[in-house]
Structure formats: C-alpha cells, structure tokens
C-alpha cells in the first residue's frame, strides 16, 4: 500500500448491491462477504454511538443518511470518499440522485489512527458535491440542476446550471438555487422565470340534452 495515500476500493457484486449508510461513515457491505475490507473496522468505529444530522432539504435531522452507488472509493490521507454509478442518498422523506457524489470528511487530528469514536455523525462531514443530471427530491418538490454541492460551514444546498424548481403543476426556472438549511427556505436567482397554474376549481358544465 502506497505510504503516500491510502485508497480503498469498493465495487458493486454481482451477487448483490453495497449500501453505505452514513450515521457516522458505516460501510456495510452486502453479498460480498469474500472481499477483504481493510477501511471498513475504521469507518464503523466513528459510527459507534454516531448522531445523524440533516444534510438533504427536507430530510430527517434525526435520520441517518443512506447511500447506495455501483463504486465507491475512499481516499484515508484526504478524508474523501468518491461515490460513482447511479448514486442515490436518502435522508428520511428527502432523496438525492446524481451520477458522481464526492463527500469531503473533516481532517483527522494530530495522533488519531481513524478509530476514535469521539467525534461521528454527519457532523465528520464538512462538504458534500454533487454532479451529473442532479435531482433532489422532498416531499412534492423537485429540484433538478448540473451539480449540486452542501456547504457544512453555512448549511447550505446550493444547485447551480439549468437549475428548476417544481412543485405540483408549478415551475422555477433559474441560474441558481440556494436552500438554508437552518431556516428551510429556498431562494433562486439569476434570470428567474416561473410558471404558476391556477387552481381548477370549475365543475364541469353538464351536457347538452339533444
């Protein structure tokens, strides 16, 4: 292994699909019992007693965040984990979909071999980037752009080219989509055009009798 960096590979079986559930960067492998997962003892040790928090719009901050992908790899010396080939991570109601998800971990401190337990959660998680055909789902909203990235620093969701924003019949269009996590509010700007349909209320009138 390269003194340099360490990176883990992991791929998606035939005999099944790998999960990787995030309460704290758990990596649980299903139907591939044979491979040999040297960062995995790691990983579930800062999970062990791990708090979620929320980091999709309109996600659970109490749930953990579930992500399944064809590849994952994980580089230990920049704390990055590259998740490739139909990406989904789910969060209670809320639900991302892209083609490349890159999560970037919080530096390890002077000393620590990756097994410490005291600090876990998505709180190790400082920056999530999302690119490729990027859709995020909450509820009855849908908001779709070319890449999508959450900044921990100002938890905030940001989505940026041919961004759009539908709920119902209802469409935003926009350069540029910013959702607060703190205050769930959604803000879109750039050269801005919406589409709002009105209610149809009306009963439909009664056939003529010949």
Wanted: glycine residues 10%; charged residues 20%; proline residues 4%.
């Amino acid at each position: 292994m390269s003194s340099i960096m360490r990176r883990i590979t992991l791929i998606e079986g035939q005999a099944g699909s790998r999960r990787v559930l995030l309460p704290g960067l758990l990596v649980c492998v299903a139907s591939l019992a044979s491979m040999a997962i040297p960062v995995a003892p790691a990983l579930a040790a800062k999970a062990a007693g791990a708090s979620s928090g929320r980091v999709l719009p309109g996600g659970n901050a109490d749930q953990p965040v579930n992500i399944e992908a064809s590849k994952l790899d994980y580089f230990d010396k920049e704390q990055k984990l590259i998740y490739t080939g139909n990406v989904v991570a789910t969060q209670g109601d809320a639900r991302l979909k892209t083609n490349t998800l890159t999560i970037y971990l919080n530096p390890k401190e002077s000393g620590d071999s990756g097994t410490s337990q005291s600090s876990a959660g998505t709180d190790q998680v400082r920056r999530m980037e999302a690119s490729g055909s990027v859709i995020l789902t909450s509820k009855d909203q849908i908001g779709t752009g070319d890449k999508g990235v959450y900044e921990k620093a100002e938890n905030k969701v940001t989505l940026t080219g041919n961004v759009t924003l539908t709920q119902g019949p209802n469409v935003t269009k926009g350069d540029k989509l910013v959702y607060d996590l703190n205050t769930s509010q959604a803000v879109v700007t750039g050269r801005v055009r919406s589409l709002f349909l009105p209610s149809d209320n009306k009963k439909s009138a009664p056939s003529k009798t010949q």
